[in-house]
């Protein structure tokens, strides 16, 4: 085996180590933060409308959801599988208000925080309602679109 001469190992090191030597494309922050926004408001759009097929072409085929109280759920067939209560129990209105969107320096991960008003009404009953947090990361996929990674969501009424 041929040992590399100590001044190309130093000056590969040099190059390596120096984030001037490697070029990285700048990153618009505020308009990925835009894209993302637009993304979460996409989701939101598609729950409140009850539209199943449309909340879950916005999950990223490696997704995982942690639903309150149940198993994880893993990767697209688990999300097409999983039963979206607010979309399939009839008298279910949602609606949403995002709080807060954050995306990476590097431009290719975020994050949101919505709030979701959930109104219950089954026929003949008293409405009941929740407030519900919903946060996501969601990864920029290599079309420029957003998708979630990660769903985590719980109730935001107090324990009762």
Known sequence: MKRMP?????ALCVTACNPAAVEVPAVDTAAEVAALRAAAAAYHEA???KNAQGVVALYDPTAVMVPPNAALVHGSEGVQNY???FISTPGVELSF???RAEVSASGDMGWT?????ITVAPEGAEPGKDVVRDFHVWHKQADGSWKVVADVWNSG???G
């Open 97 to 99: 208000e995002l709080v």
């Open 47 to 49: 729950a409140s409308s």
């Open 113 to 117: 925080l919505a709030i979701g008003d």
């Open 83 to 85: 039963r979206f209560g």
């Open 157 to 159: 009424m107090p324990a």
């Open 6 to 10: 100590a001044a190309v190992l130093i």
